[in-house]
């Protein structure tokens, strides 16, 4: 079955760096654009980067541009999400997914209904 296990997370102070992993098992993931959401408390699960499965370009919403990276191996079947200059509303927990592109969708939807457990990246003096 599809799965995603997500890893990498942890306390970390302001301005401080993570690099999150997913592991991806249960479908063809070089054939995938893959995204990373995350939910922080009390909020609604968002996306926050995507990276295509041809030309591996990629999309970042606004409030991480510029800080955050996403990559893939596709020989590890792995997206990484490099994420710099952390602030305090970064702190939230972050999944991944396969995403299938929507025509009237400016980001992939979530390909799959399973998710992983996320990784917790808490953002804190």
């Known amino acids: 079955q599809v799965q995603f296990v997500e890893s990498g997370g942890g306390l970390v102070r302001p301005g401080g760096s993570l690099k999150l992993s997913c592991e991806t098992s249960g479908f063809s993931f070089k054939g995938y654009a893959m995204n990373w959401y995350r939910q922080g408390p009390g909020k609604e699960r968002e996306i926050v980067a995507s990276?295509?499965?041809?030309?591996?370009?990629?999309k970042y919403v606004d409030s991480v541009k510029g800080r955050f990276t996403i990559s893939r191996d596709n020989a590890k079947n792995t997206v990484y999400l490099q994420m710099n200059s952390l602030k305090s509303e970064d702190a939230a927990v972050y999944y991944c997914?396969?995403?299938?592109?929507?025509?009237?969708?400016?980001?992939?939807?979530?390909?799959?209904?399973?998710w992983g457990q996320g990784a917790q990246v808490t953002v804190s003096s």
């Open positions: 997914n396969a995403g299938v592109t929507h025509p009237d969708r400016e980001y992939p939807l979530p390909a799959f209904h399973s």
């Open positions: 990276i295509t499965s041809t030309d591996h370009s990629t």
